[in-house]
């Protein structure tokens, strides 16, 4: 039901609804300011925690102002007891709708929308406000295709956690960030990473991850390799393609540090299409594009995607040599008599360096290798790369045979270290394979505690590598890591009855069916089978209910 006034706007008619609250279309009473009205519904109204989020979205979207976010003009409570506030209402639609009506939008639109929303995300991130769920449908574009962000229900002011828990995930699937997607706190580059998936939906009008289900979206940014965008649309800049790749890097630290900085690289992708399609060198107020054939230059080739025009070449090696005649920063620091002995100092200690490295004999490198081995798993790492591995690098056929079941061992035991199910960590390489993506699955499955889920890819993921040479120690590792889960549930079962849900289920269909209570009895075993089956640490109990399940279908 519509209700005719909020606070002391007059409503006219209902304009859209979510999670937190429906959005109406009204004027003030005495002004006749328009506006659009937020209320949160009764039902949430009784619960504060919903009371405040809505509290602090109304301080979120006050603490921030640009002219590509919305403004909010008021807020309150009214005689019935309504949460409101009221804001400024556009006319347009959302991105969401947009893109659903035209398709694909133009990569040069793309980069003017993201600019401006660069600009809004700035302003918040400066204000100390994380949006935490950017996506098309909080974007509003007008008809003359300005954009302004909305909807800060979800927002994390820095200074504020009272409302969200450590380990709680909040978002949407399609546009959340790696980090959000395991729980952990967002940043502004979590917001990076959302608007580069919302430059990749402008650009193929499909969204980088998607799936049957959040879960499996989720999953798929956290562990998934999306296609570029040049995929589906080849004649998009390279430039671009890589903007929005590395705003989707799963590692926050390689993602563009704030929106300001992706807001300057947007921009010079213009003024460099602009230069190689004119092949002059253009002033920074210069615009003017030349039609032709030059866009293959812009997209570059399939042989060299960062090719570039001879010309374009040309101009900038020259505009580079003008600045470093000019005398940049960076050459005065440097023409100081100091600073080049200080650097001669590190230049010759970085040989010596070099030299005692590079003069040890091969034995003698096998033998500090095997030293270090010998003294743990701690230094296998510093073993292999400062001596082992250049051994058979140099000298294969000398060593390979006599270092290759060092470096097996060094590789197996990495291998279970990326799982989890050692005490030793290490660094996360980048570039990894898909059976090693696979392994780091089913590592945060176990330290999720889903000991069912990470047994499943890893025997399903054992059995795929058999007989593949390429893989021999992930295998391996694979087959110890199922060995050690085994033993710790041997383990655990010998020291105290930590599952005890299946053993007492199994139990409780007894006593149904002693009842005669057939339905009841089923119900639970079917339900035992469907959670516990593939699980090692309950298979008796999974058996002997599979067994009992079928007695009484057979006598019924």
């Known amino acids: 039901m519509i209700p005719d006034q909020v606070g002391p706007y007059q409503i006219e008619r209902k304009i859209g609804s979510g999670g937190m609250g429906t959005v109406y279309l009204g004027h003030h009473v005495e002004t006749g300011q328009v506006a659009a009205v937020k209320v949160l519904p009764a039902s949430l109204a009784r619960e504060e925690g919903f009371v405040l989020r809505f509290t602090r979205e109304i301080e979120a979207m006050q603490s921030v102002s640009n002219p590509h976010i919305v403004e909010i003009y008021d807020s309150g409570v009214d005689d019935n007891e309504t949460y409101f506030y009221a804001m400024e209402y556009v006319e347009g639609e959302t991105l969401n709708q947009y893109i659903r009506d035209q398709g694909r939008i133009p990569w040069r639109t793309v980069v003017e929308l993201s600019v401006q929303i660069c600009q809004a995300l700035k302003s918040a991130h400066d204000a100390g406000v994380i949006h935490r769920d950017l996506k098309p449908s909080n974007l509003l574009i007008t008809p003359d295709q300005n954009i302004k962000l909305l909807d800060f ?22 546009y959340m960030s790696p980090e959000q997607a395991q729980g952990r706190r967002a940043t502004k580059k979590s917001d ?20 049957q289900t ?11 390799q999306f296609d570029r965008p040049r995929t589906y649309v080849p004649e998009i800049p390279h430039w671009l393609d890589d903007v929005v790749c590395q705003c989707l890097e799963k590692d926050p630290d390689k993602r563009f540090p704030d929106a300001y900085v ?59 040599i003008d600045r470093a005649d000019s005398g940049s920063v960076l050459a005065r620091y440097f023409d100081n008599t100091w600073v ?15 030299f005692q490295q590079t003069s040890l004999s091969p034995e003698e490198k096998f033998a500090r290798g095997q030293e270090l081995f010998d003294k743990g798993k701690l230094y296998w790492p510093e073993a292999r790369e400062k001596y082992l591995a250049p051994l058979v690098e140099d000298d294969p056929d000398r060593w390979e045979e006599e270092v290759s079941p060092m470096l097996s061992e060094i590789l197996v035991e990495e291998l279970k270290q990326d799982f989890g199910v050692t005490r030793l960590s290490r660094k996360r390489v980048h570039g990894v394979s898909d059976a090693q993506r696979f392994l780091r699955m089913a590592g945060e499955y176990y330290k999720l505690g889903d000991r069912v889920a990470a047994e499943q890819v890893l025997r399903n993921l054992y059995g795929l590598l058999e007989g593949d040479e390429n893989h021999t120690e992930l295998r391996r590792a694979i087959g110890e890591i199922l060995d050690d889960l085994t033993r710790q549930v041997d383990e655990t079962q010998q020291t105290s009855d930590s599952r005890p849900l299946a053993t007492t289920a199994l139990r409780r269909a007894h006593e149904k069916l002693a009842k005669d209570q057939v339905e009841e009895a089923r119900s639970i075993l079917r339900s035992l089978i469907e959670l516990y089956d593939g699980d090692s640490t309950s298979q008796n109990e999974v058996d002997a209910a599979r067994q009992l399940l079928r007695n009484t279908e057979s006598s019924s």
Request: proline share 2%; net charge negative.
């Open 153 to 174: 229900g979800v927002a994390q002011v820095f200074a504020s956690s009272r409302l969200t828990k450590t380990g709680g995930i909040i978002g949407t699937a399609e």
């Open 214 to 224: 959040s879960m499996e979206v989720i999953q798929k940014h956290r562990f998934g």
């Open 262 to 320: 992706l807001s300057l690289r947007l921009k010079e992708i213009l003024k460099k299409v602009d230069l190689s399609m004119s092949g002059t060198v253009h002033d920074d107020t210069a615009g003017d594009i030349l039609d032709g054939t030059a866009e293959t230059i812009v997209a570059g080739t399939e042989e060299d995607p960062n090719a570039v025009g001879g010309t374009l070449m040309r101009d900038l090696i020259r505009a580079e």
């Open 192 to 211: 990076i990473y959302s608007l580069g998936a919302v430059m990749y939906v402008m650009l193929t009008a499909r969204p980088p991850f998607s799936g």
């Open 340 to 354: 080049l002995v200080l650097l001669l100092v590190a230049v010759i200690a970085g040989g010596v360096y070099w």
